[in-house]
């Protein structure tokens, strides 16, 4: 399973999204991504759970679905690489602009039946907000919607457009996750 394959198609998922606002006043947008490289510690198939160690010591219990075909293909010490990539817009809309309906999507691939096994998660959110607070300190900004609830989102250094962001801005709030762990076996 290709990982970088997977990544590219999810990332594709957030292009009809894009079409809402045709005149947006201010858009900031972001990727982050991480790989992480772990190992099987252990294997319980009773209650079809796989623990992973990190490469700093943590631990993750994971209970793959029944999705997981080749779960009986996972063995102690197998290696595995983790990998997450978040791309994140904040759209500064003008207020007459409306509310568009809440997105929240979830998508799941899986090895093919034989294959190492693995899987890749999208995740697909997009919501109308409020920016409620600014913390310039830490390049957090607060976005509430229209229920009351929020969001605190981190804004990357490198990201000038968060200067221009102000309280009290409608806007467009877009996430896609994608994250696939693969590579699970002997090399």
């Known amino acids: 399973m290709k990982l970088r394959n997977l990544f590219l ?89 409306g509310v568009p309906a809440p997105t929240d999507i979830r998508t799941l691939d899986t090895a093919a039946k034989g294959a190492k096994p693995g899987f890749i998660v999208t995740d697909r959110r997009e919501f109308a907000a409020t920016i409620t607070a600014i913390a310039a300190d830490t390049r957090t900004v607060t976005l509430t919607g229209p229920a009351g609830n929020s969001l605190d989102v981190k804004v990357p250094e490198e990201q000038d457009g968060f200067k221009k962001l102000s309280v009290g801005d409608h806007v467009l709030f877009r996430q896609l996750m994608v994250a696939g762990v693969g590579d699970i076996g002997k090399k």
């Open 9 to 97: 198609a999810g990332a594709l998922m957030l292009a009809p999204t894009l079409a809402y606002a045709a005149d947006p006043i201010l858009a900031v947008g972001f990727v982050v991504k991480s790989v992480i490289e772990a190992k099987v510690t252990a294997v319980d198939a009773k209650s079809r759970t796989i623990t992973l160690v990190g490469p700093k010591g943590n631990a993750l219990v994971l209970k793959p679905g029944p999705e997981m075909q080749n779960f009986d293909q996972v063995k102690v010490g197998d290696p595995v690489a983790a990998a997450v990539e978040v791309a994140t817009e904040i759209t500064v809309l003008p207020p007459s602009d």
